[in-house]
């Protein structure tokens, strides 16, 4: 009788242990599962935000990109409707294959007048389309953008973008209107990758889809359709991005489930949507899912056999002593199929019985926790195990109650998982599993990498890779929390928005290491700059920003700031043996003072950033009202500067410079001008600085070099043309060929060209301006060094090339009568141009006195109002300043 209980026992335990080994089989199969299942819905979400950003970001370029063009045309057509025609302005065959299908110009009576689609052959009215009738009786400047509809002319499904046109009077000229493509929208988002059940959609905020794509043949079908029903409509209105599942919507059109994110189009009343199927952001995770219930299949499957053979072997040793060792056998072999499945699992196993005593746990669940050896023998108590825990500090940070606490919750007889973060930074993820009749079993994860990698990715979202700073998107969300206290009465704060001067020299002479390394210590000198509670940032490029808490007198304190932060910039850098002198711009904004959003401030500060530069740099400026007025008087000037070539609109002038040697004029400089028909004469230092930031200095000063040319061939023999040529041009491909034609053209001879450069040639990308510069000499062209003395003026320039001619700065030569420090400049630069044969130009030489002196300082050549104001060509009389400078009279 006591063998057969023995037996009977055994094949107890066997069971028990079996059901313990397929709980967890299955526990690690769960816990695999649903964390394939939450990386792909991680995964699906990222995806379908990052590309609902780029639609966004495209959508707002194609309506900004066409609005801006259809800005520009209005103006033209309003300035000359009679004479307007769309082949003067734009190239109307390129349209064809662009997303502007056609531009149209629409009379007020609603007749179409102007088409890009070419000549108007029969009355086309528009009269009743809205895209048209809105502008009628409305005074607003604003863009339309229509439902989509089929083009009156080019028959193709189309979105409508018109703005309203003005009379000189004042009243209702009719419209000009742009027309987009939607199936050339729609082949965009194509080539985008969704996966076989996404679709991208652009909707209006009336709920109109506008365009929409997908692998469905039916695609085409939505666009017009409303879908104000669906959830997005009440999200959008409460956050500008976000993302659901399309279950939540009451209509679905197609029946597929999808992760929907969306995202409101900047300052347009349109939202980019793309849509991931279900299906296809969870189908990895249902392979991965399949392929683990396989193995607790499998795995289930052996221990159940296991099981099976080891309980028949019971019932038959149970008959008959004499297979007692047969059974023994069998329950050593049934063990070790336990030990090898139990100690070979990723994770740590514990079980413990209703009495909260261990039953059984895997080696790894000791080393886990630092247990020893006593305390994982079967019978051992878990307030012993967490208590031992505790004094060996191998538990979550707050050991006090952590013991009564899981007491409580294992007592609980409920199943949960939680996330404990060690005292020495590890963290156990923990899956707690009740079992009938008491007692459960738990398995225990060392995810820690895994939360560091999340950490990790989350960091570099917020931060800069490079200089280990805050990025934009920190900047705004700091920025926002600024206001946020702002109105509930809080403290204001400063935006400082700066800009490194030249610092493209650097990367392009000394590579983007040096640069790289020049970056990362522009940072350190910023951050020691503030305090705790002020953040720094780079936005990208050398462009950084700092958000300061304001103290005291806000205006005075954030131009005290300003003044530490050029003073630390501007400290030398050393590279590789490479000594660096950079400066930095910076633009102020005070808020609220100068706004209260967010955007407003970033647009304040970047004005008074562009004001700071274009006064010379290495400076700051604070935000004036004045400065949003320059801004639009400069993008006037920039549309007017496009057309002042092509209407002929710039002068030359010319200006002599004397070779004080013989009292002769040895060169002529060309001046241009530019004679606005409503301004009038506008200065070059109004107008340059636009042409070189836009690349329209590369016609300008084409322009400038073949009429200059042309002019000087008929001078006498000796005298040389001077002309300057911008940093910029020295980036266009081919200059030296250019210049070359234009000489042959004109007949002018090479060794009659001179042209002036400033040292920033040489600062900006010096090998191949150098190498230019050679070429340009080896055609016997001669190169000038223009306004040395400002600037860097590094004596190291005129080490890097033999220049004909050094022209010393007019700053120098007003003070040499008054100012010693000027006057021994001049002498010194003269003395360096005689030891290296380089003639020197006294430039703004106004007065005898002047002339007398610059002549003494050892100056081969002088320039300015002594010897006449600049004039045209036709007023260029040599003769008569030769026969002035041979008398002894400059003027």
């Given at each position: 009788?006591?063998?057969?209980?023995?037996?009977?026992?055994?094949?107890?335990?066997t069971?028990?242990?079996?059901?313990?080994?397929?709980?967890a089989?299955?526990?690690?199969?769960?816990?695999?599962?649903?964390?394939?299942?939450?990386?792909?819905?991680?995964?699906?979400?990222?995806?379908?935000?990052?590309?609902?950003?780029?639609?966004?970001?495209?959508?707002?370029r194609?309506?900004?990109?066409?609005?801006?063009?259809?800005?520009?045309?209005?103006k033209?057509?309003?300035?000359?409707?009679?004479?307007?025609?769309?082949a003067?302005?734009?190239?109307?065959?390129?349209?064809?294959?662009?997303?502007?299908?056609?531009?149209?110009?629409?009379?007020?009576?609603?007749?179409?007048?102007?088409?890009?689609?070419?000549?108007?052959?029969?009355?086309?009215?528009?009269?009743?389309?809205?895209?048209?009738?809105?502008?009628?009786?409305?005074?607003?400047?604003d863009?339309?953008?229509?439902?989509?509809?089929?083009?009156?002319?080019?028959?193709?499904?189309?979105?409508?973008l018109?703005?309203?046109?003005?009379?000189?009077?004042?009243?209702?000229?009719?419209?000009?209107?742009?027309?987009?493509?939607?199936?050339q929208?729609?082949?965009?988002?194509?080539?985008?990758?969704?996966?076989?059940?996404?679709?991208?959609?652009?909707?209006?905020?009336?709920?109109?889809?506008?365009?929409?794509?997908?692998?469905?043949?039916?695609?085409?079908g939505?666009?017009?359709?409303?879908?104000?029903?669906?959830?997005?409509?009440?999200?959008?209105?409460?956050?500008?991005?976000?993302?659901?599942?399309n279950?939540?919507?009451?209509?679905?059109?197609?029946?597929?489930s999808?992760?929907?994110?969306?995202?409101?189009?900047?300052?347009?009343?349109?939202?980019?949507?793309?849509?991931?199927?279900?299906?296809?952001?969870?189908?990895?995770?249902?392979?991965?899912?399949?392929k683990?219930?396989?193995?607790?299949?499998?795995l289930?499957?052996?221990?159940?056999f296991?099981?099976?053979?080891?309980v028949?072997?019971q019932?038959?040793?149970?008959?008959?002593?004499?297979?007692?060792?047969?059974?023994?056998?069998?329950?050593?072999?049934?063990?070790?199929?336990?030990?090898?499945?139990?100690?070979?699992m990723?994770h740590?196993?514990?079980?413990?019985?209703?009495?909260?005593?261990?039953?059984?746990?895997?080696?790894?669940?000791?080393?886990?926790?630092?247990?020893?050896?006593?305390?994982?023998?079967?019978?051992?108590?878990?307030?012993?195990?967490?208590?031992?825990r505790?004094?060996?500090?191998?538990?979550?940070?707050?050991?006090?109650?952590?013991v009564?606490?899981?007491?409580e919750?294992v007592?609980a007889?409920?199943?949960?998982?939680?996330?404990?973060?060690m005292s020495?930074?590890r963290?156990f993820?923990?899956?707690?599993?009740?079992?009938?009749?008491?007692?459960?079993?738990?398995?225990?994860?060392?995810?820690?990498?895994?939360?560091?990698?999340?950490?990790?990715?989350?960091?570099?979202?917020?931060?800069?890779v490079?200089?280990?700073?805050?990025n934009?998107?920190?900047?705004?969300?700091?920025?926002?929390?600024?206001?946020?206290?702002?109105?509930?009465?809080?403290?204001?704060?400063?935006?400082?928005?700066l800009?490194?001067?030249l610092?493209?020299a650097?990367?392009?002479?000394?590579?983007?290491?040096?640069?790289?390394?020049?970056?990362?210590?522009?940072?350190?000198?910023?951050?020691?700059?503030?305090?705790?509670?002020?953040?720094?940032?780079?936005?990208?490029?050398?462009?950084?920003?700092?958000?300061?808490?304001a103290?005291?007198?806000?205006?005075?304190?954030?131009?005290?700031?300003?003044?530490?932060?050029?003073?630390?910039?501007?400290?030398?850098?050393?590279?590789?043996?490479?000594r660096?002198?950079?400066?930095?711009?910076?633009?102020?904004?005070?808020a609220?003072?100068?706004?209260?959003?967010?955007?407003?401030?970033?647009?304040?500060?970047?004005?008074?950033?562009?004001?700071?530069?274009?006064?010379?740099?290495?400076?700051?400026?604070v935000?004036?009202?004045?400065?949003?007025?320059?801004?639009?008087?400069?993008?006037?000037?920039?549309?007017?500067l496009?057309?002042?070539?092509?209407?002929?609109?710039?002068?030359?002038?010319?200006?002599?410079?004397?070779?004080?040697?013989?009292?002769?004029?040895?060169?002529?400089?060309?001046?241009?001008?530019?004679d606005?028909p409503?301004?009038?004469?506008?200065?070059?230092a109004?107008?340059?600085p636009?042409?070189?930031?836009?690349?329209?200095?590369?016609?300008?000063g084409?322009?400038?070099?073949?009429r200059?040319?042309?002019?000087?061939?008929?001078?006498?023999?000796?005298?040389?043309?001077?002309?300057?040529?911008?940093?910029?041009?020295?980036?266009?491909?081919?200059?030296?060929?250019?210049?070359?034609?234009?000489?042959?053209e004109s007949?002018?001879?090479p060794?009659?060209?001179?042209?002036?450069?400033?040292?920033?040639?040489?600062?900006?990308?010096?090998?191949e301006?150098?190498?230019?510069?050679?070429?340009l000499?080896?055609?016997?062209?001669?190169?000038?060094?223009?306004?040395?003395?400002?600037?860097?003026?590094?004596?190291?320039?005129?080490?890097?090339?033999?220049?004909?001619?050094?022209?010393?700065?007019?700053s120098?030569?007003?003070?040499?009568?008054?100012?010693?420090?000027?006057?021994?400049?001049?002498?010194?630069?003269?003395?360096?141009?005689?030891?290296?044969?380089?003639?020197?130009?006294?430039?703004?030489?106004?007065?005898?006195?002047?002339?007398?002196?610059?002549?003494?300082?050892?100056?081969?050549?002088?320039?300015?109002?002594?010897?006449?104001?600049?004039?045209?060509?036709?007023?260029?009389?040599?003769?008569?300043?030769?026969?002035?400078?041979?008398?002894?009279?400059?003027?």
């Open positions: 009788m006591p063998m057969v209980q023995y037996f009977r026992a055994f094949a107890q335990t069971t028990y242990l079996g059901v313990v080994m397929i709980v089989i299955w526990g690690g199969v769960y816990l695999l599962t649903n964390e394939a299942h939450d990386r792909a819905y991680e995964d699906g979400l990222r995806q379908a935000s990052n590309l609902t950003r780029l639609f966004e970001e495209y959508i707002w194609v309506i900004r990109g066409t609005d801006s063009e259809l800005l520009f045309l209005r033209e057509y309003e300035h000359d409707p009679e004479n307007f025609d769309f003067n302005w734009i190239d109307v065959e390129r349209l064809g294959g662009d997303l502007t299908v056609h531009l149209s110009i629409t009379a007020p009576d609603g007749i179409i007048k102007l088409s890009t689609l070419g000549p108007i052959k029969s009355r086309v009215d528009i009269s009743e389309i809205e895209s048209f009738s809105v502008h009628v009786n409305s005074t607003s400047d863009l339309y953008i229509s439902t989509p509809s089929i083009g009156h002319m080019s028959g193709k499904p189309s979105i409508q018109t703005r309203r046109l003005v009379r000189p009077d004042g009243s209702f000229g009719g419209v000009i209107a742009a027309s987009l493509n939607v199936m929208l729609e082949e965009f988002y194509n080539t985008i990758d969704i996966g076989q059940g996404g679709i991208i959609s652009l909707v209006g905020f009336d709920g109109i889809i506008r365009a929409r794509s997908g692998r469905d043949a039916g695609a085409m939505f666009i017009g359709r409303s879908i104000t029903d669906r959830r997005m409509f009440d999200l959008f209105r409460q956050k500008p991005t976000g993302a659901y599942w279950s939540a919507d009451p209509a679905n059109f197609e029946g597929i999808r992760l929907i994110s969306y995202r409101v189009v900047e300052g347009l009343p349109l939202i980019a949507v793309v849509g991931s199927a279900e299906s296809d952001i969870f189908q990895q995770a249902m392979s991965t899912a399949r683990y219930n396989q193995i607790g299949l499998f289930t499957a052996i221990v159940l296991a099981i099976a053979i080891a028949v072997r019932l038959r040793l149970a008959a008959a002593t004499a297979a007692l060792q047969r059974s023994k056998m069998s329950l050593e072999e049934t063990n070790f199929l336990f030990d090898t499945a139990l100690e070979n990723a740590g196993l514990s079980m413990f019985d209703r009495n909260q005593r261990l039953v059984v746990c895997n080696d790894h669940y000791g080393e886990m926790y630092g247990l020893p050896s006593a305390l994982t023998q079967r019978g051992t108590l878990l307030r012993d195990i967490l208590q031992a505790v004094a060996m500090d191998c538990c979550p940070r707050d050991p006090e109650h952590y009564e606490e899981r007491l919750a007592a007889l409920k199943p949960y998982y939680a996330v404990n973060e020495d930074g963290i993820a923990v899956s707690h599993q009740p079992l009938q009749g008491g007692g459960w079993v738990a398995i225990h994860q060392d995810i820690t990498a895994q939360k560091q990698a999340e950490t990790q990715i989350a960091y570099l979202a917020r931060h800069d490079l200089t280990d700073l805050s934009r998107a920190v900047l705004r969300e700091r920025m926002e929390e600024g206001l946020a206290r702002l109105r509930r009465g809080g403290k204001p704060f400063t935006l400082f928005m800009d490194l001067d610092f493209k650097v990367n392009d002479s000394l590579g983007h290491p040096v640069g790289d390394e020049l970056l990362k210590e522009v940072a350190r000198r910023l951050a020691t700059c503030l305090r705790e509670t002020d953040t720094v940032a780079r936005l990208g490029g050398d462009e950084f920003a700092i958000m300061a808490m103290e005291g007198d806000q205006r005075k304190t954030a131009m005290e700031m300003a003044d530490r932060l050029l003073e630390a910039v501007a400290a030398p850098y050393v590279f590789d043996g490479h660096l002198d950079i400066a930095t711009s910076i633009g102020i904004a005070l609220p003072e100068h706004g209260t959003d967010v955007d407003q401030l970033i647009k304040s500060a970047d004005l008074a950033l562009y004001k700071a530069k274009a006064e010379g740099r290495n400076t700051y400026r935000f004036e009202i004045s400065m949003g007025a320059d801004a639009h008087a400069r993008r006037t000037v920039e549309i007017d496009r057309n002042a070539l092509t209407r002929g609109e710039f002068v030359l002038h010319y200006h002599p410079i004397i070779d004080m040697r013989t009292n002769t004029i040895a060169n002529v400089e060309a001046l241009i001008r530019w606005h409503e301004r009038g004469r506008i200065a070059p109004d107008f340059i636009i042409a070189e930031e836009t690349g329209l200095i590369n016609p300008i084409e322009w400038v070099l073949r200059a040319c042309a002019d000087a061939a008929s001078w006498p023999a000796h005298v040389k043309l001077a002309a300057n040529l911008s940093p910029v041009q020295f980036r266009r491909a081919g200059l030296v060929d250019i210049i070359a034609s234009i000489l042959t007949g002018l001879s060794e009659r060209l001179m042209l002036e450069i400033t040292e920033s040639v040489l600062m900006q990308g010096s090998a301006n150098i190498e230019t510069l050679h070429r000499r080896r055609l016997g062209i001669s190169i000038v060094l223009d306004d040395f003395g400002t600037g860097y003026s590094s004596l190291s320039y005129l080490r890097m090339f033999p220049f004909d001619q050094i022209k010393i700065d007019r120098f030569v007003s003070e040499i009568s008054r100012n010693l420090e000027c006057s021994a400049i001049i002498s010194a630069v003269a003395t360096l141009g005689v030891t290296l044969q380089v003639d020197t130009v006294a430039e703004g030489v106004e007065t005898e006195e002047q002339l007398v002196l610059v002549r003494v300082a050892g100056c081969t050549h002088a320039q300015g109002f002594l010897f006449g104001q600049p004039c045209s060509v036709s007023q260029l009389d040599f003769t008569r300043i030769v026969a002035r400078m041979q008398r002894g009279e400059a003027a």
